[in-house]
């Protein structure tokens, strides 16, 4: 019988979240999105493959991807990275 995983999401201010994105090495650009703080490279979403707003990013538990919250794609996360 296989363990069972639990993933818990938090709920964080813009603040903390700004906090963590640098700490993953990220910034937000002054249009809004996420940005590479060493490059100024925008971010990419690792599963819809395009630009990350910071205000609709999530970090996703127990890893370091930045992606765009959506149902489709916390769905694909769940599957792909979650699921064995």
């Known amino acids: 019988m296989k363990a069972e995983k639990e993933i818990t999401f938090l709920d964080i201010t813009d603040e903390e979240k700004k906090i963590l994105l640098d700490c993953l ?21 690792p599963i819809t493959r395009e630009r990350v707003l910071f205000k609709e990013a999530s970090i996703l538990p127990g890893s370091t991807l930045v992606i765009n919250t959506t149902p489709l794609t916390i769905s694909e996360y769940l599957s792909d990275y979650i699921e064995e």
């Open 25 to 45: 090495g990220y910034s937000v650009k002054d249009d809004g999105y996420i940005a590479n703080a060493k490059t100024g490279d925008y971010h990419t979403c």
